[in-house]
Structures are given as C-alpha cells and as structure tokens.
C-alpha cells in the first residue's frame, strides 16, 4: 500500500506495535545476529557445564574481542565502500612491534611510544589510500602487498625473536599494561566477587547519558513537527535499553571492573557509529559503495573519501595493535595472523554486505563477539584446534548463506 | 501463400505493467529480402525483435510467431537461434577479452571427441566466415582491439556461423562512422544476393532507402504500414513514423524568455578512449524561463553535451562555458553543483540513484553539506527537506524510509529530481527524463519543469522522443553526429522538420 508522506506527518505520535515492527523490519540482520549471538551462549553455557556464562568468563571474553573489534570498526566503513583490506593482521603486528621497540630499545615513555605509533598507522593507511584511491590499484591488491610487506618488516624490527616488554623500563612496562589488561582504579581496595565502585558508577553514568540524549532527539523531533513517541511508550524504550547496558556492566561491576580495553572499544564504537551515521563522511562512504557512479554525479569526491577512509583504517590498525602487544606484554612475530580473516568476518556476520553501501558498526560488534565467543567457548571445553578451525569456518559460511538467503525474499 | 513468407508475426501483443508495448502487430518477411522496420524511439521495434528472439519466452505476449508455416514457441534465445534466427543487439554481445575465434564458436566449441577444443578448425571456420562479411583480420585478434564497425562484422558472421536463416539487426550503425557503415551497407547486399533474408532496424533513412525491399513502419506499439521501398518516398516514412497529433499530454505555458544564463561557445567532447568527436564546435544559449530541446538520433552526441556541460565527462573537453555573464570552470561534477548546475542522467538507476538507500538519504545526496555543521548532519533538517519535495512532487512512497529500488520508476525519477533541486540549481539539464516511466507520471514530470521554468530555473532537455521535444521546448536545437545541424524555434519546429535535421539533412 502506497500512502503519501503527507499523511504520516499528520499523526504526531507513533504506537508502540509500529515501533516495534519498524525496528524489526529494518534491523531484521541485527536482530538475527543478537539472536544468534545468545544461542551460542546458551550452546555453550550447557556445553561447558555453566563455566562460560561466569562473570568471570565473560569479562576474559569481552577483553579477548577487543582487537577483533578494533578492526572489524574500521574493516565495516572499508567494506561498505567498496573495498577491502587484508593487510590489518601484519599490520597489527607491525604496529605493536613498531611501539614495542619504541619503549625497549628507545625508552620512550607510554605517551609518545603511542602517539608514534598511531602515526606510524596513519601513514600505513596513507600509502595504501594512495595506491587505491589515486592510482586505482584495487584494494584487495594492494592490501594483499602490504600484508607479505609487513609481515617480513615484523621479523625485521623485532629481529625474529619475541619481544618482550618486561626488556623495557619498568615504570613504562607496567603503565603500558593497563591498556591491554588493566582495569578501571577503584576508590577503595577492589576484590573479586565485589562490587567495584568505578565501574558502577560508570555504567550509571552511560545510561545517564544515553537517557539524556534520547530525550534531546525526542525535543529536537517535536520541534520540528514530527511524530514522536507517546511518552509511556519512550519510557518504555529508555528502560529496556537501559536495562541491557546495565546487564552489560553488571557483567563486569561484579568482577574485577570494567577493563580499560572495553572502554576503549565502547568509545570507538560509539564515535565511529556517529561518524558512519550521523556525518557526512559517513554517508558519502555508504554511497560510494552503493553505486560509485551516482555518488561522483552527485559531486562526491569518491577518491578523497576513499583517501581519507584508508588513513582511518591504518589508525584505527595501530590502536588495535597497541592493544593487542599490551595484552600479550609482547611484541611476537606472529602477532596478528589472520586477524584480517578475524575482522572480515566479525564484518560480515555482522550485517556487512560484501557488495558495498550496507553495514553497521553495531552489527560489527556482535559479530566480533559472535567469533570470539566462539574461540574462547571451543577452547573451555578443550575443544582440538583442528574443529575449532574448522567449526569457524562454517559458521561464518553459514552465517553469509542466512544473510544471502534473507536477501532473496 | 505463407510459403512466401520466411516469418509471419500475427497479432502480437505484449504488455508490460500500465504500459501496452505492442498491440496486435502483424509483420511478414519474404523469403530472401531485406525488410527495413522503422519507427521512433518507443515504436515497439525493439520489443517486437525480443519477442521474436525469444527474449520475452512464450507466453508472456500473445499471438504466433510462424518461422516457415510452423508456429515457433521459444523459451529462450538458444531457442530461436536454434530455428534459425539469429539477432545482433545494439549492445554487442562479444567477450571483448577474447579473440574473434573464440567469440565465433563461445558455448558451440569445435571439439576433437569431447571438450577438447581443435583449434585448426576453428581458425579455419572463422576465416572462412570472417570471409563472408568481408573482414580481413587474423581470426586470433581479440575483439577487443578491433574498432566497433569490425566488430559488428564479426556479430554478423557469428551469426552466419550458425547457419542463421533470419538475420536481425537493430541499429547496426548507430556507433559507426560514415564509412563504417557504407562497409556494412556493402556486405548487406552481398548477404542479400546469397539469400541471407534480413530485418534491419535503423533511425538512417537514407540507408533504409538504399539496402531495403520493402519497409514496415510501427507507431504506439502498433502496424501501421508495409509496403515496397518504392511506394515509400522518405517524405511518406516520416509522416507514418510520426503521423501522431500532439494531445493535451503537454501543459504548455505562455511565458517569454528572459536573459541569457548559459551561454556555450565552441563547445568540443572527444572520446577519452577512442578520442573520436562527440561534440564538435557547439555554441549556443540558454535563456531564463525557456526550456531548450535538444533533438537528435541515439548517439548523435546529446548526452556526451549534456555531461560534459556537467563536468561529469573528465579532461577531453574545450570550449567556453558562461554562466550568468561570466566565465566559469567546470573540471569536476562538485564544481559543477556549486555553480548552480544539475543533471537528471539518462539512466536513473545506474547514474542517479543509490537502490540501497532509501528517499530521504538519495534526495539529500548531492546537497547534504548543506544541512550539515562542520560536518555533522542534521537529521531532522534532512528528514524536513525530502518530504517537503516528496509532496512537492506527489512521490508515492510508504515512507521516506523506503529503499529507492522499491520504488516504479517514475517515483524513482522523482527523487533524482528532489534530489537536483535540494541544490537549488540554475540550470538542469534533463536527459531522456521520461525514459522508462508511465503516461501519468510523464505528464507529472512535464508539470514540475514548467514549474521550475516559472520559477527562473532554465530547463535544457535531451529527448528521444519527438512528440516529447515539440511539446515541452521553447525552442530546439538538433544534433546531428555531433554538430548543430540546425535551430527551431516553437512555432515553426514540426516533426518532419527535426526529423530531417537529426537525420543529416541539409
């Protein structure tokens, strides 16, 4: 049934059935992958006799996502364009072994050895942007080179042997940590099985603030004359939604606190969702990948965008192999084998259309948990790595073939 | 008596949702001759060949196809090629990355036993059908490096490899050049005096009146006329093709025009590939409050202008582009934009639109800076935005969230124009901006350019469709390969008279 948009804005406020179907109807994948995400939980919570559903699990879990998540960020605005970019696993271990030898061999303090490093990155994505977006090598070529490139100039800086960073001041070792396995400081002594302070007050602090924001959107909607909520209804909405990030945080409040890493990644996740949605940026990299063709008609200027989207992707591959080293402690040459395939895939279970112009940073997220979760469930149930393997991988063609499928319809 | 006739199509008819392409069209070839079918853009011609070709498969038109006495059903073309037909597209279907050998025999190879390919035959065959359509080129060239008109020839003998008994041409000559096509001309009569019969498509009426026997003429989807090439003087083939009246389907407006806004001089495209001209020398004006029609045959060169007065065509461009008096550049199609220029391309779906994004976020595409601070869109400002030009254009749409792929085309075409006015353009140049689209939403269209024109906005139309350029323009410049072949102002443009111009006469 057709109606014209006149009609809808005759009506100022929306009922809760079509909030509901209207957000099932446009986020059918995200759902899907929710839904899948709480199965294999639930598979694996009975699997493993209740130990993967511990508090103590689950923090391990979200930290071991962090750099698969880190990637699969900046991986969804790449795909969405268009384009693709094998090179992050070397490049993660580059990164990290770059800002490694920073802090052992020059003893740099944490500060500086991270900022050159994230600009190390950037120039990373530079070189790459450059070949794809003003000499149009494809992105899969060029990514490719630099994925052989760095892998050998990993065995270069670090001379072919682990790096450890207990070699660099001890002052700066430990500081360096924190970003890999520290947690939130408490004001008072934390224990395990313990409400951490902090932490509480944190995710407090991000339901605030989301209410806050809603409530904003909901002003900024009537001032212009549109339909909006009636207010039971958006309560309801904040409450539920509340309720899942405080879930989220309760997760952790009752550990050991929210680590350091999770921050971070919330906080990318965030920023990058704004910027996917909400900038123009965004929406011109969604276009591209859509149908170049009429984005450059439009008077887009597609290789400046794709310019611009490589050097976020070089930065957004440093912070993850920052992350990354500081969690291992260690600069090792294997670091970041096959995180690409990692990201790709948190990428497209996520919702991610290989074709281009679809794909959520959300949607990457629970993606990025879906594959984690799966390593760290395999591994509790001392699981052979040949099935881990193996099982990866058909979860991840099954999870395109529901996505393909779900597209037919 | 039917064994005269190599083909007979009886009442055929054929309709596509709201629109009835072919409506009880009767068309008989003899045996051995060339029947030329002709018509304007939208005729029918081209719908006609794909129900004959198996395009549309049987059963989705009514009607019988009669290939010698016997009622033909095809499901697909390797159907009808299998009778004995055989139909060269006006987009040629060769591998360009393949050799001319290959492309002969792609998916019928010449094999020793089984799927081992002997490729002394397939030379040997090639040539000798290479032979036939007089081209002499190695049989183990790539089409690729070979120019359109030779590689038209090498559809041609792909055709008479098969053993086609019916060879069907549809615009063989549109991207040739003069000589090109004199060539092609030669090896039609060569085909014809070896009993080759041939149904030839073509805008050229000159080189209708040189190859054909006799000529069928369709208009609306219907037979209008068949009848020796003798009885039809070209005087008579263009009353037939065009012989329509003008119906009230243009709202036309009095209004004078004001100043000239654009103002083009010397304008020069060349092929960035082939570097062949496309527009050569163009110097015209475009007036505030007119809508100027640029006519012309496919390929004669309208787009090429049009892009490129858009910037959208890259470096092979000169000439002078003054707008409101004053020299501008236009090297990009942002430039273009910022300058107050627009163009609705002529394929909506591959230029105009992203399908996978819906109403609101296609409408503001090309003006989101402007509901944008520092970068940041205002989401609301963009939601406000498109549904005021969805009402302003009556777009049917369940919602402004709705992906633009599901929309019918002429709602799709309209948010490619709220699209082009969220820049608030000074000039829009529209190409082919009914092509594809329903009656009603045609005169739709029609109403929103006489607004825009009323509110100052120059309109500059290329249409294919005469009835479409007389009824809207204010005044009509026609293309023909590339030059101005000539100017007409509203009151004295007829058909006839474009017609003879887009066809190179003097």
């Known amino acids: 049934m057709e109606t014209a948009v006149t009609q809808d804005a005759a009506r100022r406020e929306v009922g809760l059935r079509e909030l509901v179907v209207g957000s099932i109807k446009h986020n059918t994948k995200q759902y899907t992958m929710f839904l899948a995400l709480i199965g294999i939980w639930v598979i694996f919570t009975f699997l493993t ?3 993967f559903l511990t508090p103590r699990n689950l923090s391990n879990l979200f930290v071991q996502t962090v750099t698969t998540a880190i990637l699969a960020i900046g991986m969804v605005l790449v795909i969405v364009t268009g384009h693709i970019d094998l090179s ?153 939604l509340s309720a899942v990030i405080g879930l989220f945080g309760a997760i952790m409040v009752v550990y050991l606190g929210i680590p350091w890493s999770v921050i971070f990644v919330l906080a990318l996740m965030v920023l990058f969702s704004f910027i996917a949605e909400d900038t123009t940026f965004g929406r011109h990299l969604y276009a591209i990948g859509g149908n170049p063709d009429a984005a450059r008609l439009s008077g887009i200027d597609v290789p400046r965008h794709t310019f611009v989207l490589f050097m976020l992707m070089g930065m957004m591959t440093a912070v993850a192999g920052i992350v990354y080293t500081a969690r291992l402690n260690a600069a090792t040459t294997s670091a970041g084998q096959n995180a690409e395939l990692d990201a790709i895939a948190s990428a497209v279970i996520g919702g991610t259309s290989l074709m281009g112009g679809e794909g959520t940073i959300f949607g990457a997220i629970v993606g990025a948990l879906v594959m984690t979760s799966l390593d760290n469930g395999m591994s509790l149930m001392n699981l052979d790595i040949t099935y881990q393997y193996v099982i990866k991988g058909l979860i991840l063609l099954l999870a395109v073939w529901v996505d393909m499928a779900q597209r037919r319809k | 008596m039917s064994g005269d006739f190599i083909l007979e199509m009886r009442n055929i008819t054929k309709e596509f949702p709201g629109v009835k392409a072919l409506e009880d069209v009767t068309f008989q070839v003899r045996r051995g001759e060339v029947h030329a079918l002709v018509g304007e853009n939208g005729a029918g011609k081209s719908t006609l060949m794909k129900v004959l070709s198996g395009v549309y498969p049987h059963g989705s038109y009514g009607g019988d196809i009669v290939l010698d006495g016997a009622v033909q059903r095809f499901a697909t073309i390797r159907d009808s090629e299998h009778a004995g037909v055989a139909i060269i597209f006006q987009e040629l279907a060769l591998v360009k990355q393949m050799t001319i050998a290959e492309n002969l025999f792609l998916g019928a190879e010449l094999c020793h036993g089984r ?160 570097d062949d001209l496309r527009c050569k020398d163009l110097s015209f004006e475009v007036r505030r409050g007119e809508i100027l029609g640029l006519a012309g045959l496919m390929g004669a060169g309208r787009t090429e202008l049009v892009t490129s007065l858009f910037g959208a065509w890259g470096r092979r461009v000169a000439g002078e582009l ?31 639109l992203v399908l996978g994004m819906d109403v609101k976020q296609n409408s503001t595409l090309a003006s989101l800076r402007r509901i944008a601070r520092l970068g940041v869109i205002n989401k609301n400002e963009e939601i406000k935005r498109s549904a005021h030009y969805a009402r302003e254009l009556r777009t049917k749409t369940p919602s402004l969230e709705q992906k633009v792929g599901n929309l019918s085309g002429g709602n799709q075409q309209k948010v490619v124009l709220a699209k082009w006015l969220l820049t608030q353009p000074k000039v829009l140049f529209l190409d082919e901006p009914t092509r594809g689209i329903d009656v009603g939403a045609k005169v739709e269209i029609y109403n929103i350019m006489n607004d825009l ?54």
């Open chain 1, 49 to 51: 006799e209740n130990v």
């Open chain 2, 115 to 274: 799927g081992v390919i002997d490729w002394n035959r397939t030379y040997r065959e090639t040539s000798r059908a290479l032979g036939q359509v007089g081209l002499k080129v190695n049989p183990a060239t790539r089409v690729r490096d070979l120019g359109v008109g030779a590689q038209q020839l090498v559809e041609i003998a792909k055709a008479l490899s098969k053993d086609a008994r019916l060879l069907i041409l549809d615009e063989p000559t549109a991207a040739l050049t003069e000589t090109e096509a004199d060539n092609l001309l030669g090896i039609l009569e060569a085909l014809k005096a070896r009993g080759v019969t041939c149904i030839y498509i073509s805008h050229r009426l000159r080189e209708v009146a040189r190859v054909a026997d006799r000529i069928t003429v369709l208009r609306d989807g219907k037979t209008i006329v068949t009848d020796d090439k003798a009885a039809m003087p070209e005087d008579r083939l263009v009353r037939t093709m065009v012989g329509r009246e003008l119906t009230t389907m243009f709202p036309r407006r009095p209004r004078t025009a004001g100043e000239v806004v654009l103002a083009v001089k010397g304008w020069t495209v060349r092929d960035p590939v082939t």
């Open chain 2, 453 to 506: 024109v009323d509110q100052g906005v120059c309109v500059v139309m290329v249409s294919s469709e005469l009835p479409e350029v007389l009824g809207m323009s204010d005044r009509i410049l026609v293309i023909h390969e590339g030059r101005l072949a000539g100017g007409l102002a509203r009151e004295e443009a007829t058909q006839e008279r474009v017609m003879h111009h887009a066809t190179g006469g003097a």
């Open chain 1, 88 to 240: 992050v696993g070397s490049v993660l271990g580059f990164t990290g072994a770059v800002c490694a030898m920073f802090m052992i061999k020059l003893e740099w303090g944490v500060f500086p050895s991270v900022l050159a490093t994230l600009a190390v990155g950037l120039a990373i994505g530079t070189w790459h942007g450059f070949w794809v977006a003003y000499r149009k090598v494809p992105a899969f070529i060029v990514s490719l080179a630099s994925m052989l490139a760095f892998r050998g100039l990993i065995i270069g800086i670090t001379g072919g042997q682990t790096q450890g960073l207990e070699m660099a001041p001890e002052a700066t070792a430990e500081r360096f940590k924190l970003i890999g396995q520290g947690y939130l400081p408490t004001f008072r002594e934390g224990v395990e099985g313990q409400v951490h302070d902090t932490s509480l007050y944190l995710v407090l602090l991000v339901i605030a603030v989301y209410a806050f924001g809603s409530l904003r959107r909901r002003h900024a909607r009537q001032r212009y004359g549109f339909p909006v909520l009636p207010p039971w209804a958006e309560g309801l909405k904040l409450l539920a």
């Open chain 2, 322 to 352: 003054w707008l409101e008096g004053r020299r501008i550049e236009v090297p990009d199609e942002g430039e273009a934009i910022r300058h107050g220029l627009a163009l609705v391309s002529e394929d909506r779906k591959r230029y105009g």
